[in-house]
Nanobody, 121 residues
């Protein structure tokens, strides 16, 4: 079992930055970790994922602005968000899957409760 708790969401003006954190507990060795987001009325979409060894996979729509990283010693995963836009407004979810840093949400076995990010124009 893996438990995930996100934090760091909030309200920020366009152009600003936020760093989301995901604290993982349980058996996380070799798990890939991902960030997804869901805006009102839209499907949950892939943002970025990272393997245990640090290989990252990032959605083209956010590449260059949102960066995933992890600290295995602390069981933490981060999403650094820069140059935020109003369209980045969503609930951001942390997820875990055994193996590759896939963009397919149905391959993730564990999910956090989400953290709200609101970007005002």
């Amino acid at each position: 079992q893996v438990q995930l708790v996100e934090s760091g969401g909030g309200t920020v003006q366009a152009g600003g930055s936020l760093r989301l954190s995901c604290a993982a507990s349980g058996r996380t060795f070799e798990y890939a970790m991902g960030w997804f987001r869901q805006a009102p009325g839209k499907e949950r979409e892939f943002v970025a994922a990272i393997t245990w060894s640090g290989y990252a996979n990032t959605a083209d729509s956010v590449k260059g602005r949102l960066t995933i990283s992890r600290d295995n010693a602390k069981n933490m995963v981060y999403l650094q968000m820069n140059s935020l836009k109003p369209e980045d407004t969503a609930v951001y979810y942390c997820a875990a899957t055994l193996g590759i840093a896939t963009m397919h949400r149905d391959r993730y076995n564990y999910w956090g409760q989400g953290t709200q990010v609101t970007v005002s124009s």
